[in-house]
């Protein structure tokens, strides 16, 4: 299949919404991380600076899906399932025990925004065709 037939299979509005998502995760995250990434003390660094170096990489990369949309999916996608584990793993637990703290439950409503937001905009039928029911590559 070419590369204008693939693009062709789902309505310009549907590849504006994605793009529209792209933009506002890349601001969200560079809102979010941005500053902290070039100001920052050794203690930031230590307990935050993974998350916040992750984080502003996929905002980076999430400029590309500005231009290429569905090529990109995977970051959406990736996106969704590291709210899910999160909230899953860590903030349920930390409720259910009475010890959610402010930040975690910042974060946490700003994971369940995405959570809610994410799945409504992914082209969910094109997914299914284009990464569980298409043949694999080859893997020699």
């Given at each position: 299949?070419?590369e204008t037939k693939t693009m062709n ?25 941005g500053p902290a990434m070039f100001q ?42 590291w709210k899910t584990v999160w909230l ?53």
């Amino acid at each position: 299949m070419n590369e204008t037939k693939t693009m062709n299979d789902l309505p310009l509005w549907r590849l504006n919404l994605l793009r529209a998502f792209y933009l506002l995760v890349t601001v969200g995250l560079g809102i979010s991380f941005g500053p902290a990434m070039f100001q920052h003390s050794d203690l930031w660094a230590q307990r935050k600076g993974e998350t916040a170096a992750l984080l502003s990489g996929l905002a980076i990369l999430c400029v590309w899906g500005l231009r290429y949309p569905l090529q990109l999916l995977p970051l959406l996608i990736f996106e969704l399932i590291w709210k899910t584990v999160w909230l899953a793993a860590i903030a349920f637990p930390l409720w259910l025990n009475g010890a959610i703290t402010p930040g975690v439950q910042g974060t946490a409503e700003a994971c369940l925004m995405g959570l809610v937001l994410t799945p409504l905009v992914l082209p969910w039928r094109y997914i299914v065709q284009h990464y569980f029911r298409k043949p694999a590559e080859r893997f020699r």
